[in-house]
């Protein structure tokens, strides 16, 4: 079946320590996002890809890096710069015409 | 640049009752208009979109919603809700004709639906 696939679904990690989040998406969608989701604050959009080899900032790039070296693949890294990185993350997907953007099922990251 | 306001960050209801979920927005441009739902857990999922055209969407699950330019308002509707409607849901604003990185959330309404 056609998704997004985010992995690993729960992830513990010690402060100090950079962590990776994966995404993989089959849609062939041409853009791609990461969001982060703190409780009564929405989404909030970390960084986005319209094509392979490009990424933009959003609003809170701070202390996460991005690579897009293939389509289908946008993984999120979480450095140890980032203070609070406690949080859910969404990644998501739509094509360059599409109107609609598409959720994978997320990814719960906890520092200790 | 676009925005979305949920006027209500708790929306509690009696199952089998009514229930409208409220957003606006703010945009100087035409914009598309969507509610997503999230269930504990678990990624968005895609309720309703408003694109051009009629002003009342429908969408699954028994929702719809109706476009208002002149009160700038999206607000999501069921004539009478389930339990498992209880959720969190999110109205989004996108500029069609901005950047892909140009759609905005609202900060969520749960709804809880009681027995």
């Known amino acids: 079946d056609g998704g997004i696939t985010q992995s690993p679904k729960y992830l513990f990690r010690k402060e100090g320590q950079n962590v990776t989040l994966s995404c993989e998406q089959n849609l062939n969608h041409d853009a791609m996002y990461w969001y982060r989701q703190d409780p009564g604050q929405g989404l909030r959009l970390i960084y986005y890809s319209q094509i392979v080899n490009d990424f933009q900032k959003g609003d809170i790039a701070e202390g996460y890096s991005v690579s897009r070296e293939k389509k289908e693949s946008f993984p999120l890294t979480v450095t140890s710069a980032q203070k609070n990185p406690t949080a859910f993350y969404l990644c998501a997907s739509r094509t360059f015409s599409g109107n609609t953007i598409y959720f994978g099922e997320g990814s719960w990251l906890t520092v200790v | 640049a676009q925005s979305v306001t949920q006027l209500d960050s708790q929306v509690p209801v009696f199952e089998e009752a009514p229930v409208e979920l409220r957003c606006n927005y703010s945009?100087?441009?035409?914009?598309?208009l969507f509610w997503y739902v999230q269930y504990p857990n678990q990624g968005l999922q895609l309720l309703l979109k408003y694109l051009s055209g009629s002003t009342l969407v429908k969408g699954i699950n028994g929702f719809e919603a109706e476009f208002n330019k002149s009160q700038t308002s999206f607000h999501l509707r069921k004539p009478s809700v389930h339990i498992s409607d209880t959720a969190e849901y999110f109205c989004a604003v996108i500029n069609p004709t901005g950047n892909n990185n140009d759609m905005r959330f609202g900060a969520g309404t749960r709804l809880t639906v009681k027995p």
């Open positions: 945009s100087s441009v035409s914009v598309y």
